[in-house]
T-cell receptor
Framework: TQLLEQSPQFLSIQEGENLTVYCNSS?????LQWYRQEPGEGPVLLVT?????EVKKLKRLTFQFGDARKDSSLHITAAQPGDTGLYLC??????????FGTGTRLKVLA | DTGVSQDPRHKITKRGQNVTFRCDPI?????LYWYRQTLGQGPEFLTY????????KSRLLSDRFSAERPKGSFSTLEIQRTEQGDSAMYLC???????????????FGPGTRLMVT
């Protein structure tokens, strides 16, 4: 069974701090997506990475796919209150199925 | 296109009643998924459609749950004889992909929050 574990589960930081969220698995994925979800809303796709070692940047967010395509990280620079939410990673295998991570709940305090 | 839409956004029902939710995917997307999400957890896969064909149904889906996608466009998820344990957020997502092989970008709707009292 494929599993994706995210760490940390919860993170509360001050505005302006940096943080990194990790998404780890023992399985290889063909792609990995990161989502942010706000309370009462559906997850919003932030990025898709498909190549081992790939790094993508989205303003203050940096996403990296591990060389072996088993893990990924999300780094946020100078966090802002608007970054608050539930961050989810999801791995895609060779089929239509996605496996979702356990989630990281981030709170950025002003 | 405005993305994936779901209706209703919220539903409160009494135990034992039937409920039906609708999902309208992004128009050119042939793949459609239903997920269930409980508070603080990631989405759990319920079922998957490739066009109008329901290709997989999770063991989480008891016989009280049924989903359809009659013309390969919108989809409905019906829960019969609701139970309190059915209270959750029901999410629909769509993507583009062939009959076999991966799809890389999955887009979610806003969800339907169900509360069974």
């Amino acid at each position: 069974t494929q599993l994706l574990e995210q760490s940390p589960q919860f993170l509360s930081i001050q505005e302006g701090e940096n943080l990194t969220v990790y998404c780890n698995s023992s399985s290889v994925f063909s792609s990995l997506q990161w989502y942010r979800q706000e309370p009462g809303e559906g997850p919003v796709l932030l990025v898709t990475v498909v190549t081992g070692g790939e790094v993508k940047k989205l303003k203050r967010l940096t996403f990296q796919f591990g060389d072996a395509r088993k893990d990924s990280s999300l780094h946020i620079t100078a966090a802002q209150p608007g970054d608050t939410g539930l961050y989810l990673c999801a791995g895609g295998g060779g089929t239509y199925k996605y496996i979702f991570g356990t989630g990281t709940r981030l709170k950025v305090l002003a | 296109d405005t993305g994936v839409s779901q209706d209703p956004r919220h539903k409160i029902t009494k135990r034992g009643q039937n409920v039906t939710f609708r999902c309208d995917p992004i128009s050119e997307h042939n793949r459609l998924y239903w997920y269930r999400q409980t508070l603080g957890q990631g989405p759990e896969f319920l079922t998957y459609f490739q066009n109008e064909a329901q290709l997989e149904k999770s063991r989480l889906l008891s016989d009280r749950f049924s989903a359809e996608r009659p013309k390969g466009s919108f989809s409905t998820l019906e829960i019969q004889r609701t139970e309190q344990g059915d209270s959750a957020m029901y999410l629909c997502a769509s993507s583009l992909g062939g009959v076999r092989g991966p799809s890389y970008e999955q887009y979610f709707g806003p969800g339907t929050r169900l509360m069974v009292t």
